[in-house]
């Protein structure tokens, strides 16, 4: 834009050439997107473009004498609020120069609209804070979930050199077994925590709803956690209804969440503190609260201690372990019940309570019991069966513990491998894993289909990955069964007794395999 400074719009005004530079400067002014202001230098007002009457949301003919209430200095650029509207304040990056007005100094400003560009730049501003604060949890959850699967990896090695060095003490030998047992559910547990916030955060987890009594979930909770309620002396009390309250839920989902809320108040608890668990119930409404006079939680945080990953003080939740997923899953375990769970706390040092509300089912609309759960008997047949594992240590363990039950059993560790010993052994089952090298399980098991020349055959898939989809791919596979690592010996124990009918007659070129 042209300096006004460089024209002397005072000078003679019978010079045409004067007069005609004159108007296309002005027209130049009149026309200009930015908003342009002629100001004396002690503050008044001598002209104004349109631009500027639309950015000052007032006509030229009230500006044009006023007093110009912001200070504006020749050289500077700075940015300032222009009240358009009563209920909107835009932003203006103000350039001032000195110039000539006729024949009189005066400064000129432009005001160029810059409210859109602030928006973007405090929402971006925004976002990179929000990632910052993302990437500073993402490490500190990783930090903590480090820290909570070298916890049980420290007593499952001690339990291992002690059978090593002390093998022959049977008692001892039983102990150690226990630790590891006890220290390798721990672990599954962290990591199906972690599966279940994917899940409900993504609507794909399922309830198993059921008729249930208060009474049985809040006495099952009690002793799950009763040895940590033991262990730091503290002194629980409950408080139910006279009257048999029947809850519509998942049992152990609901459970999960007590769970949660009794560990809690055990954790951030001093040594011989009180916890009171009271459940009422109405017409409409199961209430279950926790309260504890522990540590407390400060005003601030009472809400965000729902947050994915959040810890109340994370030296001693650390110290005590939690990933800080748990108040978000049990939060979205009651919430796709129906209920809620909030907390409350008058701070630091001052405890805190935790209430967890369902609906009460209408009377007669469920039954007041669940019907009673099928009972198990294993077979006990002797199976034919073939595991395919490329972990050496994992394959050959699960192929011993397999023997020990009473099964023939055969161990590969490749596809390939698999292929050859499934045409010479013949098994009823075959354990395989999906994540082979070279040839996955998928194609192993597809193979497998069309080599076998007896329809009994069960493929069993073994994956650490245990997502819905994950079970859809391995049936179209070809797989009947889908177990999640590390295995559930129990389950799989029950899995082979019940599966695969014994051949008898079934093809084989090794009689002795059997």
Not at 8 to 13: E, F, I, K, L, R
Not at 262 to 289: F, P, Q
């Amino acid at each position: 834009m042209e300096n006004p400074s460089d024209r002397h719009v005072g000078q003679s005004a019978a010079d045409p050439a004067l007069e005609a530079s004159e108007a296309r400067f002005r027209n130049i002014i009149e026309k200009n997107a930015d908003g342009i202001l002629v100001v004396r230098h002690d503050g008044t007002i001598r002209y104004v473009n349109p631009a500027a009457t639309r950015l000052l949301n007032r006509p030229a003919a009230e500006l044009v004498g006023e007093y110009f209430g912001i200070p504006i200095i020749a050289g500077n650029t700075t940015e300032v609020d222009l009240p358009l509207f009563e209920s909107e304040i835009r932003v203006a990056e103000m350039r001032v120069v000195e110039t000539e007005w006729e024949g009189e100094p005066a400064l000129l400003a432009s005001l160029r609209d810059i409210s859109d560009r602030k928006r973007l730049e405090e929402e971006l501003r925004q976002k990179i804070d929000e990632l910052a604060l993302a990437d500073q949890r993402k490490d500190e959850f990783l930090a903590m979930l480090a820290h909570e699967l070298r916890n049980p990896l420290a007593p499952i090695l001690n339990a291992v050199h002690i059978m090593r060095l002390r093998g022959n003490d049977h008692e001892l030998r039983e102990k150690m077994r226990d630790v590891v047992e006890q220290q390798v559910r721990c672990m599954a547990r962290l990591v199906d925590d972690l599966l279940d916030v994917s899940r409900i955060t993504s609507g794909k987890i399922q309830l198993r709803r059921e008729p249930v009594t208060l009474s049985t979930i809040v006495n099952r909770s009690i002793e799950t956690v009763r040895p940590l309620i033991v262990a730091k002396e503290h002194h629980l009390h409950v408080s139910l209804p006279e009257e048999k309250v029947v809850m519509w839920a998942d049992p152990l989902r609901i459970e999960q969440v007590l769970n949660n809320l009794l560990s809690n108040a055990v954790k951030y608890t001093d040594k011989g503190g009180v916890i009171h668990l009271e459940a009422t119930a109405d017409a409409a409404e199961i209430a279950i609260r926790v309260k504890d006079n522990g540590i407390g939680i400060a005003r601030e945080m009472v809400e965000d201690i729902f947050g994915l990953f959040t810890q109340v003080d994370h030296s001693l939740a650390r110290s005590q372990g939690g990933l800080g997923i748990g108040l978000t899953l049990a939060r979205n375990l009651v919430r796709i019940h129906d209920g809620t769970l909030t907390a409350r706390s008058d701070g630091l040092g001052k405890g805190s309570e935790f209430v967890m509300t369902l609906p009460r089912p209408a009377e007669g609309v469920i039954d007041e019991a669940p019907p009673p759960a099928p009972t198990f008997e294993p077979a006990g047949q002797r199976r034919r069966v073939l595991v395919v594992d490329d972990n050496l240590s994992s394959a050959d363990s699960l192929g011993l513990i397999i023997k020990l039950w009473g099964h023939e059993c055969r161990v590969t560790h490749s596809g390939p491998e698999a292929l050859e010993e499934f045409d010479v052994f013949h098994p009823d089952i075959v354990l395989l894993d999906i994540g082979l090298p070279g040839m996955d399980g998928y194609q192993v098991a597809r193979l497998l289909r069309t080599r076998a020349v007896w329809p009994e055959l069960t493929l069993v898939a073994m994956t650490g990955y245990g997502r819905d989809e994950d079970r859809r791919r391995s049936r179209e596979a070809g797989f009947n069964e889908h177990l999640v690592k590390p295995l559930d010996l129990d389950a799989l124990e029950h899995l082979l007794a019940r599966l695969g009918e014994s051949r008898g007659a079934a093809p084989s070129s090794s009689p002795s395999s059997y």
